[in-house]
Nanobody, 122 residues
Framework: QVQLVESGGGLVQAGGSLRLSCAAS????????MGWFRQAPGKQREFVAT????????YYAGSVKGRFTISRDNVKNTVYLQMNSLKPEDTAVYYC???????????????WGQGTQVTVSS
């Protein structure tokens, strides 16, 4: 069992930055690939980024590539999402997820956090 707790969301102006954190409970954090997803009001949850167990393989959605950076610290059992050059369309609830696979997809995630709100004002 893995419990995920996100933090770091908030209100920021367009062009600003935020760093989200997702702390995982348990001693098996490095057995899981981790990912970030987001869901805007009235829209389906969408993939943002995923990182494999070692941190060497990383994939991003095209809409965030070059602006967001996913990373993980297997000692601190934490995955991060550094978000730069934020746009109003990045406004959403951001969720982290864990999967025993090599990547995290919404359909294969075994565990989800409760989400953290990110609001980008224009």
């Amino acid at each position: 069992q893995v419990q995920l707790v996100e933090s770091g969301g908030g209100l920021v102006q367009a062009g600003g930055s935020l760093r989200l954190s997702c702390a995982a409970s348990g001693r098996t954090f490095d057995n899981y690939a981790m990912g970030w997803f987001r869901q805007a009001p009235g829209k389906q949850r969408e993939f943002v980024a995923t990182i494999n167990r070692s941190g060497r393989n990383i994939y991003y959605a095209g809409s965030v590539k070059g602006r967001f950076t996913i990373s993980r610290d297997n000692v601190k059992n934490t995955v991060y999402l550094q978000m730069n050059s934020l746009k109003p369309e990045d406004t959403a609830v951001y969720y982290c997820a864990a999967s025993r696979g090599t990547q995290v997809a919404a359909s294969t995630a075994a565990y989800w956090g409760q989400g953290t709100q990110v609001t980008v004002s224009s």
